[in-house]
């Protein structure tokens, strides 16, 4: 899986390159991360890359020219011209299923806005993939960026340790049930305790109280997920 990350602040994401999983797949040459930055693009003595809106307004747009050509000349460098995101609160919501179907992509090229955004031009002559990771505003596309790099990465093969631990996750089954509560050593702690059934070694029973546990608490606290029949099934005030 090769990432290229077109962004006016490349250097943000030095230090999530360097973290575990993600440096782990790179120094396994399972996933390839290049980082560019728009203003090696810029044709002015000034190296600028943006300037104020037509039509006035706070704020500074990003310029089309070097956008489009840093993401004209990133995609020449491969015979894969790889799939255009462009990360902006105007795109579609990203979630689990749009995850997996960027996961597809061998190549995937994520272009990082600031300040109000790129000139209109970008996305008429480009025709990005336009992505949002949710209902609130960042100051940039580049923690986005990193959002789908994460949860994609997940989904290529031979990156996680365990290969079933991201198909057990909340939301890759079709059933969109969140996670049961998890517990570990000690057995007690300040007077709780850990549920006896996951003490008893009954596989069986352990199944059947992780399912019912996922259901309570996708139901106390995500029920939009849930499909209807489970609707209100254990529904008492949240305890976990
Ligand atoms: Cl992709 N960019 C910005 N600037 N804000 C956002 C976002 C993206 N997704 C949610 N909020």
């Not at 902006?88 to 600031?114: F, I, M, N, S, Y």
């Not at 923690?143 to 789908?148: H, I, K, Q, S």
């Not at 996680?160 to 631990?165: F, Q, T, V």
């Not at 059947?208 to 029920?223: V, Y």
Request: aromatic letters at 6%; proline letters at 5%; charged letters at 30%.
């Amino acid at each position: 899986m090769r990432f290229d990350v077109l962004t006016l602040f490349p250097e943000i994401f030095s230090g999530y390159m360097t973290q575990s999983l993600l440096k782990l797949a790179i120094d396994r040459s399972l996933v390839e991360l290049n980082l560019h930055n728009i203003r090696d693009w810029s044709r002015d003595k000034h190296h600028s890359v943006d300037d104020r809106p037509f039509g006035g307004g706070p704020g500074m747009v990003i310029s089309a020219e070097p956008t489009v050509e840093a993401v004209e000349a990133v995609q020449a460098t491969d015979s894969e011209p790889g799939h255009l995101v462009m990360l902006t609160p105007q795109g579609r919501k990203l979630d689990q299923p749009l995850v997996e179907q960027l996961a597809q992509h061998k190549r995937l090229l994520l272009l990082c806005g600031r300040y109000e955004g790129f000139d209109q031009r970008v996305s008429d002559i480009l025709k990005p993939d336009e992505v949002s990771i949710g209902d609130f505003v960042l100051n940039g596309g580049e923690v986005a960026a990193m959002t789908v790099i994460d949860a994609v990465i997940r989904l290529v093969p031979g990156v996680l340790g365990d290969e079933d631990s991201s198909r057990f996750d909340s939301f890759s089954h079709g059933d969109r049930l969140l996670e049961h509560a998890q517990y570990t050593r000690p057995r007690e702690y300040r007077g709780l305790e850990v549920p006896e059934v996951l003490l008893s070694g009954d596989h069986q029973q352990i199944a059947r109280w992780r399912q019912e546990n996922s259901i309570q608490r996708t139901s106390q606290r995500r029920a939009d997920l849930l499909p209807e029949k489970n609707k209100g099934k254990n529904d008492e005030p949240r305890n976990s």
